[in-house]
């Protein structure tokens, strides 16, 4: 792509695997500068290490090792990379997830502590962590994108995923209504609604019924790669500062 995002400094969580990585990928060729956000160490160093195999005139990209779901630690750590990179961030994906699909009456209720503790509440702790540089370059006149990955599931029906579903609702409302909060400021807030993609966001499911039911909703909705919502994200944050792509439905074709 284009070096359309020249000068921009972005941070994505969930960036060690599937659309975070992808999106840190899409960001770093279009010229940004990126700083990546995960648990696992190895997995952001893997990213980052592919980053600078492909565009090896990026500055390397700086990992934040950390939970989303632990705010202060997490405002901590973002303001030591801040420090680090010199440079306050513009464009900024609270990507981070889990799903546990299980039936609620039988769920290990620490999933849906897991579920909510990152989906929410982590997505919460990213925009605390960074508001404040995003509202300044939008002060500025400069673009500020906050891009929340939520999911097609919070508009669906799915036996076994109530939590999950409820925490992609929570995670769509909350962007739409902190665009009322933002938007006058010049932060460009979008809700990403993704349908199948090719991620590990259901490896780590427990229950074996769910994990079966998904396998089967994979072969009737093949999923498209994390590089299709990684060019969604990269060509929203590239248009001109005054216009917002609010809200993007971003959908593998065969999924009705
Ligand atoms: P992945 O599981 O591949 O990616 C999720 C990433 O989030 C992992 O790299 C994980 O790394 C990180 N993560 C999880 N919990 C935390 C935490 N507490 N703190 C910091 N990082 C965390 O799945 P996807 O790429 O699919 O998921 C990205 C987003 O996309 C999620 O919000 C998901 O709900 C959403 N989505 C995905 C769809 C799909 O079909 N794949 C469809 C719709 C929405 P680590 O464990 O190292 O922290």
Redesign the pocket.
């Known amino acids: 792509p284009p070096q359309t995002l020249t000068g921009r400094v972005a941070l994505v969580?969930?960036?060690?695997?599937?659309?975070?990585a992808a999106t840190a990928l899409a960001l770093a060729e279009a010229g940004a500068r990126v700083a990546l956000?995960?648990?696992?160490r190895d997995?952001l160093v893997d990213v980052a290490e592919q980053i600078a195999h492909t565009v090896p005139a990026a500055p390397p990209a700086t990992l934040i090792v950390?939970?989303?779901?632990d705010i202060r630690g997490l405002i901590e750590a973002v303001r030591h990379a801040r420090t680090e990179m010199g440079v306050p961030f513009d464009l900024v994906c609270a990507?981070?997830?889990?799903?546990l699909a299980a039936p609620i009456d039988s769920a290990d209720t620490a999933e849906w502590d897991t579920m909510i503790s990152?989906?929410v509440a982590?997505v919460l702790a990213t925009v605390r962590a960074t508001v404040d540089d995003l509202t300044e370059a939008g002060a500025a006149g400069r673009a500020a994108d906050l891009v929340v990955?939520?999911?097609?599931?919070a508009h669906l029906v799915l036996r076994g995923y109530a939590v999950y579903t409820a925490t992609?609702a929570a995670v769509t409302h909350l962007g739409t209504n902190l665009r009322a909060e933002l938007g006058p400021r010049g932060v460009r807030v979008r809700v990403v609604e993704?349908?199948?993609?090719e991620?590990?966001?259901g490896?780590h499911m427990s229950d074996p019924d769910a994990r079966e039911w998904l396998a089967r909703f994979a072969i009737e909705n093949p999923?498209m790669p994390?590089s299709a919502i990684a060019e969604s994200i990269r060509w929203s944050a590239a248009l001109p500062v005054g216009v917002n792509v609010a809200s993007m439905v971003v959908l593998p074709t065969g999924q009705g």
């Not at 956000?37 to 696992?40: D, F, K, L, N």
């Not at 990955?149 to 599931?153: F, Q």
């Not at 993704?194 to 993609?197: I, K």
Request: net charge positive; no cysteine.
């Open positions: 969580t969930g960036a060690g695997s599937g659309i975070g956000v995960g648990r696992r997995r950390g939970d989303v779901a990507n981070a997830g889990s799903m990152t989906n982590g990955t939520s999911s097609i599931g992609k993704p349908g199948m993609t991620s590990e966001l490896d999923p994390a």
